[in-house]
């Protein structure tokens, strides 16, 4: 008997316990439209709620239903990095469990990559339910990274993409530890297109990505693929410096030109708070690169998992991962 698996359908879960049976019901109608054999693989990053209870029930009845639980919350970058570790389709689709991604789109992207892509991405074209502060922050952030990354980002796009099996083994070579996967999948390169979708309100529960984590996210983003930031510092050190030589050049002048001292400790005082704020500024952006250096160097494994359900444990090919 075949026992091939074409889909691997991997959800991030954390404390979605109010959602988790209506992301199931629909991923289950839409994957059954494909007539194709496929796993649903839920990665729980450490869940305080009844996520993981409600998912391990539907395992015991459901064998496309599998369930990989953290020994605690690794974050949603990690929670997909596991997933692709453990799944074994020929096709990988990543989704949020809160249904502001609506499942039905996976179809659209499979004919997609049966046409012949590698990696097929979801364009967000409008965000409904969300506040302007988080629609404008959003805005921001994707057009930033996109003038200071080296690599080619698309606009508006999220997690959620489907990956050639091919793809996603090139994503499992990539081990560094503060994860940028939408960056990552835009790096490894291969042919990609986009599918373009109205992002609808969060089904029930409070979103998982917060400013904190949002700005974490950001400069995982920037830290990852890009080296300008540092170049900035820089080139603002550079140009503060010669404004300060010129500032004192006039200073001079001025002092041979009119008679008596010119009083100038106001301008004192703002040049070196223009130019204490900008070294601290500038050691901040080195040290978010110090700091990325130094997570790599302890080599840590990006996750524990506690148990499994549903699925065999096995080696991810990550360092220390059960």
Request: aromatic fraction near 10%; include cysteine; charged fraction near 25%.
């Amino acid at each position: 008997m075949n026992t091939r698996v074409k889909y691997s359908i991997i959800v991030p879960v954390y404390n979605e316990e109010l959602v988790i049976r209506e992301t199931y019901r629909r991923l289950k109608e839409v994957m059954g439209r494909t007539g194709e054999s496929y796993e649903l693989l839920f990665v729980n990053d450490g869940s305080t709620d009844l996520t993981a209870d409600i998912i391990q029930r539907i395992c015991d009845w459901d064998e496309t239903v599998k369930l990989i639980n953290f020994s605690r919350n690794f974050g949603h970058q990690i929670a997909i990095t596991a997933g692709m570790d453990y799944s074994v389709g020929d096709a990988v689709v990543v989704i949020d469990a809160d249904l502001q991604d609506p499942p039905e789109l996976i179809l659209d992207m499979i004919q997609k990559w049966k046409d012949g892509y590698d990696v097929v991405y979801a364009r967000r074209i409008e965000r409904k339910g969300e506040t302007w502060f988080k629609k404008q922050m959003a805005r921001i952030f994707y057009r930033v990274l996109q003038l200071f990354t080296e690599i080619d980002i698309p606009l508006d796009t999220g997690d959620f993409r489907l990956l050639d099996r091919k793809v996603c083994n090139e994503m499992k070579r990539l081990t560094e530890k503060n994860r940028f996967v939408r960056g990552m999948v835009s790096w490894v390169g291969f042919r990609q297109t986009a599918v373009e979708y109205v992002r609808e309100e969060r089904a029930a529960g409070e979103t998982k990505y917060p400013l904190k984590k949002m700005i974490k996210l950001s400069l995982d983003g920037l830290t990852s693929f890009s080296l300008k930031p540092l170049k900035l510092a820089a080139y603002g050190g550079g140009i503060l410096a010669a404004a300060g030589a010129i500032d004192l050049l006039v200073i001079a002048l001025t002092n041979l030109v009119v008679a008596g001292p010119v009083s100038g400790w106001h301008i004192m005082v703002s040049t070196q708070l223009l130019i204490g704020g900008s070294i601290l500024a500038a050691l901040g952006i080195i040290g978010e690169y110090i700091g990325r250096i130094y997570d790599e160097t302890r080599d840590r494994p990006l996750y524990i998992v506690k148990d499994c359900y549903g699925t065999r444990k096995k080696a991810s090919g990550r360092k220390g991962v059960v």
